[in-house]
């Protein structure tokens, strides 16, 4: 019965070095330092939490670390079959070099292959990490914010240009960087490698508000196929570089967008999934008309999602024109859509709000000619945009206003008849904004009425 739950069981280990943890942490480490736990022969998963918790009382705390000295590093070297690690550093001035002791450790588990490392906001190690002895897949780095530029994080390039078989590299900032733009060009730049050298790395993502890359990157990236990075202030050079040796990406989210870069998605075919996702602030780089007129009907026949959020409406909205465009991508499946709803008198007859002009085509053409059109879709979201209005509202008003315009804009799609033959193929979702993360609310469609309704509580539980 043991070798059925066994490895179940034992599949994940979480190595917590927190509060709650502290009464039978040594009990634990030292079962996993010698050998005889279970975990050692079947855990593929091992996350390293909490390594110094100095809301401990003393006592507790010069324990935990006593602990961690004595069994930390054997009970990861006992992980033999480990394949994924997270770890949470906690470097402190008491114990500098627990990092680069747990990361060398790991390094030495030859099944590893995906790595995960999270910098607290106060981190103070301030040496290399060996991350050139590893040979992975997968890296992900969550950074505090400057940290980047710091001779810690200095060893991602030689670990990039030490790892063949590198295939995914995340670089996260977890707070905006207030000491300038990092170039990120050190993490790819290797002269001594020879010209023979294949790239691995397929997928790079990049959640930073803060740095630069130019063409001195691209040679780590020919075999590039999935590239998501936030704003960053990235040179034509680097476009023209991947077009100039046949870079073809798969997956494409980047913003801004420039002169540069629809240059870069015109030069090849085969796209498949398009993302552009904004600030809800007009910039002075956006490319709306290239997008839909250049980028788009080079792609038509391989694009299978595509996506606008949180982008300006005055550039962005659905129109007729851009519809058009959307249209000759038959290969889609999923879609999301900025739809220009202004306010009216039905929200707040009360205030004799000033008629704004509809920017976006009317409703029950956008789902009529979709329907008809992309047959393929399985997907549909639409995302209601507006100028925000100019009247000062407390946290109540605002909530809901929102909840008013989303409850007006739903009439109005339930008042949007499908007008041809065919049955939409699509499940539609409403994308309501109240308070935090925006909710995609499912629509059914009604064959009575030829019109879309919400789902109620009751119909989306039924089987």
């Given at each position: 019965?043991?070798?059925?739950?066994?490895?179940?069981?034992?599949?994940?280990?979480?190595?917590?070095?927190?509060?709650?943890?502290?009464?039978?942490?040594?009990?634990?480490?030292?079962?996993?330092?010698?050998?005889?736990?279970?975990?050692?022969?079947?855990?593929?998963?091992?996350?390293?939490?909490?390594?110094?918790?100095?809301?401990?009382?003393?006592?507790?705390?010069?324990?935990?670390?006593?602990?961690?000295?004595?069994?930390?590093?054997?009970?990861?070297?006992?992980?033999q079959n480990v394949q994924f690690a997270w770890v949470s550093c906690g470097a402190t001035p008491r114990r500098p070099d627990v990092d680069s002791e747990i990361l060398q450790a790991l390094s030495q588990i030859p099944t590893l292959r995906n790595l995960s490392l999270s910098f607290p906001e106060y981190y103070s190690g301030q040496g290399t990490l060996p991350l050139d002895t590893f040979n992975l897949r997968v890296l992900k780095l969550n950074l505090p914010s400057g940290s980047i530029r710091t001779p810690m994080i200095q060893s991602i390039g030689p670990m990039v240009a030490r790892s063949p078989a590198l295939e995914e590299l995340t670089l996260v900032e977890t707070h905006t960087n207030q000491h300038g733009?990092?170039?990120?060009?050190?993490?790819?730049?290797?002269?001594?490698?020879?010209?023979?050298?294949?790239?691995?790395?397929?997928?790079?993502?990049?959640?930073?508000?803060?740095?630069?890359?130019?063409?001195?990157?691209?040679?780590?990236?020919?075999?590039?196929?999935?590239?998501?990075?936030?704003?960053?202030?990235?040179?034509?050079?680097?476009?023209?570089?991947?077009?100039?040796?046949?870079?073809?990406?798969?997956?494409?989210?980047?913003?801004?967008?420039?002169?540069?870069?629809?240059?870069?998605?015109?030069?090849?075919?085969?796209?498949?999934?398009?993302?552009?996702?904004?600030?809800?602030?007009?910039?002075?780089?956006?490319?709306?008309?290239?997008?839909?007129?250049?980028?788009?009907?080079?792609?038509?026949?391989?694009?299978?999602?595509?996506?606008?959020?949180?982008?300006?409406?005055?550039?962005?909205?659905?129109?007729?024109?851009?519809?058009?465009?959307?249209?000759?991508?038959?290969?889609?499946?999923?879609?999301?859509?900025?739809?220009?709803?202004?306010?009216?008198?039905?929200?707040?007859?009360?205030?004799?709000?000033?008629?704004?002009?509809?920017?976006?085509?009317?409703?029950?053409?956008?789902?009529?000619?979709?329907?008809?059109?992309?047959?393929?879709?399985?997907?549909?979201?639409?995302?209601?945009?507006?100028?925000?209005?100019?009247?000062?509202?407390?946290?109540?008003?605002?909530?809901?206003?929102?909840?008013?315009?989303?409850?007006?804009?739903?009439?109005?799609?339930?008042?949007?008849?499908?007008?041809?033959?065919?049955?939409?193929?699509?499940?539609?979702?409403?994308?309501?904004?109240?308070?935090?993360?925006?909710?995609?609310?499912?629509?059914?469609?009604?064959?009575?009425?030829?019109?879309?309704?919400?789902?109620?509580?009751?119909?989306?539980?039924?089987?």
């Amino acid at each position: 019965m043991n070798e059925l739950v066994e490895p179940l069981t034992f599949a994940s280990i979480t190595i917590n070095f927190g509060l709650r943890a502290a009464p039978y942490i040594e009990h634990q480490m030292s079962t996993l330092a010698s050998g005889n736990s279970p975990a050692t022969r079947w855990a593929k998963k091992v996350a390293i939490l909490n390594l110094v918790v100095d809301t401990m009382h003393q006592g507790v705390l010069e324990k935990v670390l006593a602990c961690q000295n004595r069994y930390l590093i054997p009970a990861i070297q006992a992980l033999q079959n480990v394949q994924f690690a997270w770890v949470s550093c906690g470097a402190t001035p008491r114990r500098p070099d627990v990092d680069s002791e747990i990361l060398q450790a790991l390094s030495q588990i030859p099944t590893l292959r995906n790595l995960s490392l999270s910098f607290p906001e106060y981190y103070s190690g301030q040496g290399t990490l060996p991350l050139d002895t590893f040979n992975l897949r997968v890296l992900k780095l969550n950074l505090p914010s400057g940290s980047i530029r710091t001779p810690m994080i200095q060893s991602i390039g030689p670990m990039v240009a030490r790892s063949p078989a590198l295939e995914e590299l995340t670089l996260v900032e977890t707070h905006t960087n207030q000491h300038g733009e990092t170039n990120l060009d050190i993490f790819f730049e290797d002269p001594m490698h020879p010209p023979s050298f294949v790239a691995s790395l397929t997928k790079l993502t990049l959640v930073n508000r803060s740095f630069t890359m130019s063409a001195l990157s691209v040679p780590r990236l020919r075999s590039l196929v999935h590239l998501d990075m936030g704003t960053g202030n990235v040179d034509a050079s680097f476009w023209r570089a991947l077009a100039g040796i046949g870079v073809k990406i798969r997956y494409f989210a980047v913003y801004p967008l420039d002169a540069a870069v629809i240059l870069y998605l015109a030069s090849y075919e085969g796209l498949k999934e398009l993302h552009i996702r904004g600030h809800h602030r007009p910039e002075a780089k956006d490319c709306p008309e290239e997008v839909f007129h250049t980028v788009l009907p080079r792609h038509r026949q391989s694009l299978q999602q595509l996506t606008f959020s949180s982008l300006d409406y005055r550039s962005w909205s659905i129109t007729d024109n851009y519809l058009e465009c959307v249209l000759g991508c038959s290969a889609l499946r999923s879609l999301a859509l900025l739809y220009h709803y202004p306010e009216d008198n039905r929200e707040w007859p009360s205030l004799q709000v000033v008629p704004q002009e509809r920017l976006s085509m009317d409703l029950s053409a956008l789902f009529t000619r979709i329907t008809e059109r992309l047959g393929r879709l399985e997907t549909l979201k639409l995302s209601p945009r507006r100028q925000p209005p100019q009247r000062n509202y407390g946290p109540h008003q605002a909530r809901s206003y929102l909840d008013i315009m989303d409850r007006t804009f739903t009439k109005e799609i339930c008042e949007a008849a499908v007008t041809c033959a065919h049955i939409p193929a699509f499940q539609l979702y409403f994308v309501t904004h109240g308070f935090g993360s925006p909710l995609s609310s499912p629509m059914v469609f009604d064959l009575d009425s030829r019109r879309f309704k919400p789902v109620d509580a009751k119909e989306e539980g039924e089987p």
